[in-house]
């Protein structure tokens, strides 16, 4: 004899007999439609002012991508003669205010022989 399914009544097994009906289906497409093209384009003119041009490209320019590292030993060498050639020579930081930029070892001997304003010589 074959048992039947117990059937409770916490977990009914049915279905739903009807469905939305097509009309409704339709305008509610087209309503959305209608609000996504609609939107931006109220929203411009109620904010006139908002809008700025292209603003991806001004911090970003179009063809310029990464600088890829080909040769890292030659880049970082080419980057510390740089440092070494900046560090010893002397250069006009401000002409007007008669600022300049003058070598560590210089600067060393200077500070040596004048001191820090604060600090007492040893």
Not at 38 to 62: K, N, Q, T, W
Not at 64 to 81: K, N, T, V
Request: net charge neutral.
């Amino acid at each position: 004899m074959a048992k039947e399914p117990i059937r409770s009544a916490l977990c009914p097994t049915d279905y739903e007999h009807s469905d939305v009906p097509g009309k409704l289906a339709g305008w509610a497409g087209f309503a959305l439609a209608a609000g996504v093209l609609c939107v931006p384009l109220l929203l411009r003119m109620i904010y006139p002012g908002a809008y700025h041009g292209d603003v991806v490209s001004e911090f970003h320019p179009r063809g310029l991508g990464p600088h890829l590292q080909l040769d890292e030993p030659a880049d970082l060498s080419q980057l510390r003669r740089a440092e070494t050639v900046r560090l010893d020579s002397y250069e006009w930081i401000n002409r007007n205010d008669m600022r300049v930029r003058i070598p560590i070892a210089r600067a060393l001997q200077l500070t040596a022989g004048r001191g820090l304003p604060g600090w007492t010589k040893p």
